[in-house]
């Protein structure tokens, strides 16, 4: 996990993905061996959430960058995959969300996007650090969509309720 970090601050989008995939097939498979009910298992569980999580952002990260078709096409169908990849986990939905929301932004569909970002704020909240994510891109929609005012909000919100967070960092 931390070599997977480092390539993604280091900005090196595709070995970083890789990193996040393969903890998120080591963890999963390991979980599977686990028992069931059992604290090991609920801990790799979130160790693979985590990395497919992970990689779902490197890749928006290289999609962002380049704008290339293949890169958004690789981003959007990582998101895409989360919420069956990822079970019943919050983080997974969440990430799904603000990342299909991400790429809408990216395309200019700042309305569509805004719709992502407030279902993430409104019904996410056990994932509380893709809820400050999603106020983040909510705050660029609403800038894009020429609400100064909600993108205020927004920003005010993320730092008040996540300011813990890397998107609250940001946003000071």
Same mark, same amino acid.
């Given at each position: +996990?931390?070599?997977? !970090?480092? +390539?993604? !601050? #280091?900005? /090196?989008?595709?070995?970083?993905? #890789? %990193?996040? %995939? /393969? ?16 604290? @090991? !298992? $609920?801990?790799?569980? =979130? ?19 380049? !704008?290339?078709?293949?890169? +958004? /096409? ?6 895409? =995959? ?8 919050? *983080? ?5 969300? &603000?990342?299909?929301?991400? @790429?809408? +932004? @990216?395309?200019?569909?700042? $309305? %569509? ?7 993430? %704020?409104?019904?996410?909240?056990? *994932?509380?650090? /893709?809820?400050?994510? *999603? ?11 020429? &609400?100064?005012?909600? =993108?205020?909000?927004?920003?005010? $919100? ?11 960092? =940001?946003?000071?």
């Amino acid at each position: +996990l931390a070599r997977a !970090r480092l +390539l993604d !601050r #280091k900005g /090196e989008a595709a070995a970083s993905s #890789k %990193e996040y %995939e /393969e903890l998120g097939a080591f963890a999963g498979k390991a979980a599977a061996a686990a028992p069931a009910d059992s604290p @090991l !298992r $609920d801990s790799l569980e =979130r160790m693979m959430v985590t990395g497919l999580v992970g990689k779902a952002w490197a890749l928006y990260g290289r999609a962002e960058k380049s !704008r290339a078709p293949a890169d +958004l /096409e690789a981003a959007k169908q990582a998101f895409d =995959r989360l919420p069956s990849e990822t079970g019943t986990s919050a *983080a997974g939905k969440a990430a799904s969300l &603000n990342g299909q929301g991400g @790429l809408l +932004l @990216l395309q200019g569909k700042a $309305d %569509e996007a805004l719709r992502k970002f407030i279902e993430v %704020e409104v019904t996410m909240f056990s *994932a509380p650090e /893709e809820v400050a994510h *999603a106020l983040w891109f909510k705050a660029q929609a609403c800038e894009k969509l020429g &609400n100064q005012a909600a =993108r205020d909000q927004a920003l005010k $919100d993320l730092v008040q309720y996540h300011p813990w967070s890397e998107w609250a960092a =940001r946003a000071r």
